[in-house]
């Protein structure tokens, strides 16, 4: 069983930046493609980032392009979430996700197999 954490969420103005981290435990998760997914309510789960298990590929959602710049180091169980140039609309809750094991990058929730509970991020304009 794979437990997921993130942090690094907070208030930040708009252009501002934040880098978000998500810490596994259980087991490692050096061979799972992993994602970075948000939520805001009223919206169903968006997809913002994934990296494969060897960080040979990423794979963002156009509305991050060339703001956000996902990451991974295996041997601290890590992923991370470099945001930059924020955006009010960039404002949700952040979840990263752990795929199956040499799984390709997806968009797609259900690849998915762990979660986290999330941490907030808010753009003030």
């Known amino acids: 069983q794979v437990q997921l954490v993130e942090s690094g969420g907070g208030l930040v103005q708009t252009g501002g930046s934040l880098r978000l981290s998500c810490a596994a435990s259980?087991?490692?998760?050096?061979?799972?493609?992993m994602g970075w997914f948000r939520h805001t309510p009223g919206k169903e789960r968006e997809f913002a980032a994934a990296?494969?298990?060897?960080?040979?590929?990423?794979y963002y959602a156009d509305s991050v392009k060339g703001r956000f710049t996902i990451s991974r180091d295996n041997a601290k169980n890590t992923l991370y979430l470099q945001m930059n140039s924020l955006k009010p609309e960039d404002t949700a809750l952040y979840y990263c996700?752990?795929?199956?094991?040499?799984?390709?990058?997806?968009?797609?929730?259900?690849?998915?197999?762990?979660w986290g509970q999330g941490t907030q991020v808010t753009v003030s304009s």
């Open positions: 259980g087991r490692s998760v050096s061979t799972y493609a």
């Open positions: 990296i494969s298990w060897s960080s040979a590929s990423t």
């Open positions: 996700a752990a795929g199956p094991e040499f799984g390709l990058v997806s968009g797609v929730p259900s690849s998915y197999r762990y």
